[in-house]
């Protein structure tokens, strides 16, 4: 951590600064110049609180030089952590795809999209039961009686489920029943709710908010992580810009960047990003490319008649076709699909 | 709403599109030109999902004509919502502030600050018992425990309580003892608390998230009023842009945008826009003067000293300043100032 | 400046990197921890390039602690600067108003207009005679002649012509025929024109950029103050974000955070930031009450024939309604207002 | 085009506005519902001003549906536009790339750089001699002379140049001198440029400002092919977010969004974008894999002392490595690499 003093600062405040800074357990360096003194602190600042430093009236600047987080931080932890859900593995090479509709609608659907995904290559299955939807009046999921339908296509396809969590009351249920609890976007920094995922068992498949930086991301990781469930997949879906003709911006730099930061796997779901089908493929590719553990992608069998999504939704025939150029471009990059 | 087709489709597609509509009840004109064809749809489309629209083939786009949001549209609600809270009332010409530190701390602290408040001007008192932080190692709130104190400083003075909800797990806690139940930024989307504090009969403070529309804020509130609750307060504390000298762009424009398009009222929050104490005024007094119904300032009586947002708490001093323009600019706008 | 080395580096390469800091005239102080090494520097470091340390393999970062601008720093130049036009004032607790058409179109029209706004109690005339338009085909403006009929309309009222250059062919002409030469947001970063413009004895309207830093403006306008012109009035009219319901997000929080930064006046234009007639209003009071100095305003005698921008120009009566309340809250908030 | 009159409007208001609109040659179709009603207009809506429409009282809201530009719009020109510069071609199925150091600082560095890059597969060549810097204290470029360097290493290597233009000024020096001009971001809309370089014969690569849309993008680049240019070649190189990691925010959606509105070829600048040496194989990976038609990209031969953006350079031998991936990617979308 840096601290810049205001320029005609007092000795003696400096000092008592240095001595504050010291009685917290730091090493701290001291560069004069005319005019600007500059205090260089080392130790471990993860609980140092910038603002309050920046506080002080003689403090002009208060910089970070540490990652605020640790148990998610690739220095402390240098390979890349795998996480295993049944037969599938998301990381350290692995390559896995989760595909299935926006939301669970039927038995016959949801069976249906699963040994079509599966049959593609699709390692694991996706649905929402619990839809978060910006609108009150629009469809907002099948809920528990969902959830069942879901386990009944595990059932026929032997495929383990990736499904959304919007509460902190169904953490039990979920618990039991959901192989991969999937944290969405607008819950990204809904901390009760991390909290309380990082108390289950399951891995968690936690999303990227909308507008929020790889560093306030990776913390909500380590919010969830910190509970002692460490088994956390960041999943990159496209940030807010001012370009209207997406739904959201994919950001690809977020798969080398957070990469770099983290020794946690990061998927990249391309239905998302786009909002419109026929860019589903360009984008998934683009992630595979970059380095991507994975990749989530929306899959129904009648998208004109979908309940939500179905415009972004590819049909099992446009997926089998995409999973045949995945294949080819994961073989390239030296990674390994998961089937 | 209007449906664009796509150059060269053929006329029976139309026409089924066109059924389509109008077994929903909704009225279709349609407008042919060479090589494109309009349709414009009339009607209630409030639940008419553009999504599902978009899918078809034939459709090259879709557009809404009429707002989303029902309950909290001006459109069906000329007047001004006014909500009151013991013998404040924000809106409808009523300006009042909410004033507190950003987290209770002590009963000391929390009743100093809300004496001091109170006697230069606010008419409500904040102090977060539950916090929502970035890091999971930073300072949470002092929880219920904090509730009570808030209480106590209630007691003291006779103001109404402001705190943050972040579960739905306390719902009938905040029922119980809080005056106004605050929903935050990184909460705004998280629609079953939404849904809960909507079945509650305490006024709901609901602050933008960091990088919503106005339409999406708005539609935040109509989650809460579709279950009941009528009382909601909107709370512009600034987006987040690519500017990193202040904490968040405070929006003005969202003052007068969203009073055109809804009827409830707008106060804002200065100091988590700005993120600097030396901010907080003019930003403050721009409010004001843009139309705002109200503010929600942090002060704290010994910033330097603050479990959390030190930095830009103003001191009760620097406040009682403040308040002092805040009076003449209400009054030269022509609002009452509730004390 | 800082930089931090990277875990492990060792010694005789940071020694390396120190001697070459002291070669550039910069005092070095070093802070040794576990596994971190940070350098402070300070001196004038304006001219230092981070990019080339980062690019040295044993550095983790580089952060700049002094702004790289000089001519408009505050620091360095502590009192206002107020830039003189005729009888017109900016800046140092005057405040003028600049008011007319966005586009000349006729004699009539401007000198109409010029009259009107005259009356009403604008300091200044604004009014494009090139205009920096989306389309090749949409109206370019009347050119040189409408400089011509500028002309006119400062003959029959005396008011000084604020009007926007769009290439430095230009140059010469504007300093002949123009009192305050505009560069348009879009031209923000177009160095040559900067530089050009520089190089002239008329006071620059410099306006942000769409998605420009505070910084990044400063530095534009340090420019045009590094070739001799040192007359820069700064511009906010909004920047762009996610939302698109304004046509940009007016920043007001730009007013108290650059004149902090710098000494230079900052004056703001609502018509801009709003893109409706009816926002001007509100966003303009905003303005006053943030501290601007000043705003330029578009007025249009027949808005609904406007040859660009009449959906956000105010009528005559409109704009004199307005400046009614501009002249109390100018008052309120202890500035002059220049007529 | 698309217009929503008020609810309420009286009907010889309509009327008046559906005259106005037919006077100018168009189509207009009515939809009447319960006090909404919508008028649907076709034809050539290309020079019909938005704004003007939107000001006339009665009406709500105003809507385009058809693309503002032409000569760059895929509808009018199916297939996709090749340029072709020597013996490189951009476009339809056919891959190049450009590389070459930030700027231009000797005949040694400049003629050893393009016979690397040369050596390694780039068709093209690039280097800067007229830099657009954020600080006027920070090297300019080589200008002229820096040009002539680039004639010196294109003689060497039979290697075609791409260089940056800043000012209409030197426009006819770079239609004598250079094979490829480049309009930087920051010039995307400074018109005057854009028309002046339409006048002349060498195709023009337009970089993609930091925070422009799609669609203005594309109207830029009409710009130049209104004026008889129709060789320009769309660079994305990264768009302004709140991110502050990279330097830019590749947005890999823009290649098979624009790739759709338009058939001019589009290329990627993972240089600028990743802001980072070690970013750019991911994101160059990326580009291609999402379907870009070639690759610009910063090498130098020693990048720890380049005179600007060395951290993102690349060094011969890691741009050497980094071809050879290209290049298996290039063949596996089906394209053809243009050595």
């Given amino acids: ?52 430093i920046s506080i002080n009236e003689h403090v002009e600047r208060v910089m970070r030089v540490q990652e605020p987080f640790k148990k998610a931080n690739r220095k402390f932890h240098p390979e890349d952590t795998v996480v295993t859900v049944g037969d599938a593995k998301i990381g350290g090479g692995n390559f896995s795809v989760i595909a299935g509709p926006c939301s669970v609608e039927s038995e016959e659907q949801i069976v249906a999209v699963a040994e079509d995904v599966q049959r593609s290559g699709a390692a694991l299955m996706r649905g929402g039961a619990f839809k978060p939807r910006t609108s009150p009046y629009s469809f ?11 386990l009944k296509a595990k059932a026929a396809t032997g495929m383990p489920i990736v499904t ?28 009760d709710l991390l909290k309380e995922v990082g108390k289950l068992s399951k ?21 969830i992580m910190s509970e002692g469930n460490e088994n956390v997949i960041l999943c990159e879906r496209g940030i807010r810009t001012f370009e209207t003709y997406t739904r959201n911006t994919l950001d690809v730099s977020a798969i080398p960047a957070v990469k770099k930061m983290s020794h946690l796997p990061v ?32 899959v129904h069998n009648d998208p004109a008649n979908a309940k939500c999504d179905g415009q972004q939704s590819l049909t099992p025939e446009r997926f089998d076709n995409l999973m045949g150029k995945v294949s080819a471009l994961v073989d390239l990059v030296g990674k390994t699909l998961i089937k």
């Fill in 1 to 52: 951590m840096v601290v810049v003093m205001k320029p005609g600062t007092q000795q003696r405040e400096i000092d008592k600064l240095v001595a504050q800074f010291q009685l917290q357990g730091l090493q701290v360096g001291i560069t004069n110049g005319v005019g600007c003194t500059i205090l260089g602190l080392v130790g471990d600042t993860t609980a140092v609180d910038m603002d309050k």
């Fill in 140 to 150: 907002q999921g099948m809920g528990t009686e969902g959830l069942d339908l879901l």
């Fill in 164 to 191: 959304e969590i919007m509460s902190p009351k169904y953490c039990q249920l979920f618990e039991d029943k959901v192989d991969v609890i999937q944290v969405g976007a607008r819950n990204m920094q809904n901390f």
């Fill in 203 to 223: 891995p968690v498949l936690l999303k990227r908010g909308l507008s929020n930086s790889y560093e306030e991301w990776i913390m909500s990781a380590e919010y």
């Fill in 267 to 298: 998927i990249v779901d391309p239905s998302h990003s786009a909002g419109m089908y026929w860019m589903v493929e360009p984008l998934a590719l683009a992630a595979v490319a970059a380095g991507a553990d994975g990749l989530i992608i929306e």
